[in-house]
């Protein structure tokens, strides 16, 4: 009986000094959380797709004045002109309503090289480009309206399903674990050593289904650099869970 | 498929499988062989799902977006012809002025075919073991090139058909953010709710095997599936 108790005591104390070192240890989890969050991941290279934040015209008149460079230079034509030019091709694809209602457009960057390279080559060589022109204008309203549309939608499914994975579940599994942190359960069973794996195995899921979603998100990236994108939100998470599984005892 | 992409799917499998076998087979106490034998099933289960369906999304991803820059190198296409070039200069310029290095190469390719004598269609449809046709080829069948208005119309076509499968996407997005959010927070919650329910309850003490092999095998390939098969309507 009294090596029950002792052995029922050092459980105890170990439990115990755990969940110390887990709630000491779990806020330095935060840190790179916090970081990434604040400064945020930024791809290099985002060839796919261009994202214009209100800033449609700009993108695309400095991308068309470098287009043009040659063009103007073979032709001879004087700096003034350029900027008339221009107006009148931007009334034209009316994509000044744009830039005032601060819409977020997504532009392949495929069309606006297209675009620049016909435009360059009517005006070094005198043709008139309009009639081809005219069929960008159709196309870039499609892209810009509906991929607009898409991109909100998607990134606020994104966020509804990582702020389950990175709030709620922990929370949830943090809560639930505890109830293996007791000594015996209603029904007198004794639960407590499964404590700690049921938080691992949780925290194991959310990785998994934070690294697959993020791959998926991104076809075109690479399984690494996909994996790397979840640590910000997945140190979040173990945060959460393993303060939550620490001190809720506590609490209780 | 690239051979670079098969080497990380085969380091991310063993990345998912190794922490994931041991995770599930530790419960059930047996020997490190069975242990071993967890993690190489689990690795090889991971391998086959990401080749069946990561690289099924990312090959349609490829050849979708090469279709795009196709269609939007008509555009020069149609322009030149209409200021009378000849096909081997307008060929010629595409293989040059194109956005896309694939896509310069399949024009670089048919113009070395055409510059041999073959003739246009022909060029197209034997160049890449008939793949290229695909890429020129709209709802209503192949483009005829020395037709400016077959152009024309399959250029409205296929932006009619991005147009609508965009407006489509953005239902299925309202769809997909719903099963989303049920994967990967409701489904487990509830089991997470019915595993420490039962243990409160239940008489019997129960082992985590169950619970292990339900959070980390079944959930994430039911994720899996369901990423793929949103991933895969959305670019195929």
């Keep these: 009986m009294d090596k029950k108790i002792q052995g029922l005591a050092y459980a105890l104390q170990s439990s115990l000094l755990l969940m110390a070192i887990l709630g000491i240890v779990s806020p330095i989890f935060l840190i790179p959380g916090a970081t990434f969050l604040i400064f945020g991941f930024k791809s290099k290279n985002d060839s796919n797709k261009t994202i214009l934040l209100s800033s449609n015209v700009n993108y695309i008149l400095s991308k068309y004045r470098l287009g043009l460079k040659n063009a103007i230079r073979s032709v001879g034509m004087e700096k003034g002109q350029v900027p008339r030019k221009l107006n009148d091709l931007l009334c034209r694809f009316e994509l000044g309503n744009y830039e005032a209602e601060n819409t977020v457009g997504l532009l392949s960057g495929n069309i606006e090289s297209e675009f620049v390279w016909i435009l360059s080559h009517g005006l070094s060589t005198g043709r008139n480009v309009r009639k081809i022109l005219e069929r960008f204008s159709y196309k870039m309203r499609n892209h810009i309206m509906h991929d607009a549309l898409l991109l909100s939608k998607s990134s606020n499914s994104n966020q509804i399903a990582l702020l389950g994975l990175v709030f709620f579940l922990p929370l949830f599994g943090g809560i639930s674990s505890t109830i293996f942190g007791m000594s015996s359960s209603i029904s007198g069973t004794a639960v407590h050593f499964l404590k700690w794996q049921f938080t691992l195995v949780l925290l194991s899921y959310i990785a998994l289904v934070m690294s697959i979603n993020s791959i998926f998100r991104n076809p075109k990236k690479t399984i690494v650099s996909s994996v790397c994108e979840i640590i910000p939100m997945f140190s979040i998470s173990a945060a959460i869970m393993l303060l939550s599984a620490a001190y809720m005892p506590y609490v209780v | ?236």
Excluded at chain 2, 22 to 51: A, D, E, G, K, R
Excluded at chain 2, 104 to 113: A, D, L, V
Excluded at chain 2, 144 to 161: C, G, K, P, V, Y
Excluded at chain 2, 198 to 223: A, E
């Design chain 2, 1 to 236: 498929m690239n051979v670079n992409d098969r080497k990380m799917r085969f380091a991310a499998s063993i990345l998912f499988g190794i922490p994931v076998g041991i995770l599930v087979s530790y419960p059930f106490q047996l020997s490190h062989v069975f242990w071993l034998f967890s993690c190489f099933l689990l690795s090889s289960l991971f391998f086959l799902f990401f080749n069946v369906t990561l690289g099924h999304v990312q090959n349609s991803l490829a050849h979708a977006e090469l279709k795009g820059y196709a269609f939007d190198s008509m555009h020069s296409m149609l322009y030149l012809k209409d200021g009378g070039m000849s096909t081997y200069d307008i060929l010629a310029t595409l293989s040059k002025s194109s956005g896309n290095e694939t896509l310069k190469e399949i024009f670089y390719e048919i113009n070395s075919r055409f510059r041999f004598g073959v003739g246009l269609e022909d060029a197209i449809d034997t160049c890449r073991h008939g793949e290229t046709r695909k890429l020129f080829s709209s709802s209503e069948g192949p483009i005829n090139f020395s037709d400016s208005t077959s152009i024309r119309n399959a250029m409205q076509l296929h932006e009619d058909a991005s147009s609508s499968k965009r407006a489509s996407l953005y239902e299925a997005a309202q769809r997909n953010a719903t099963i989303n959010m049920f994967i990967s927070t409701v489904l487990p919650s509830f089991a997470i709710f019915g595993f420490v329910g039962s243990s409160i309850i239940g008489k019997q003490t129960y082992d985590m095997s169950l619970f292990s092999m339900t959070m980390l095998i079944f959930f994430p390939f039911i994720s899996l599936a369901i990423n793929a098969l949103s991933t895969r309507r959305s670019y195929g």
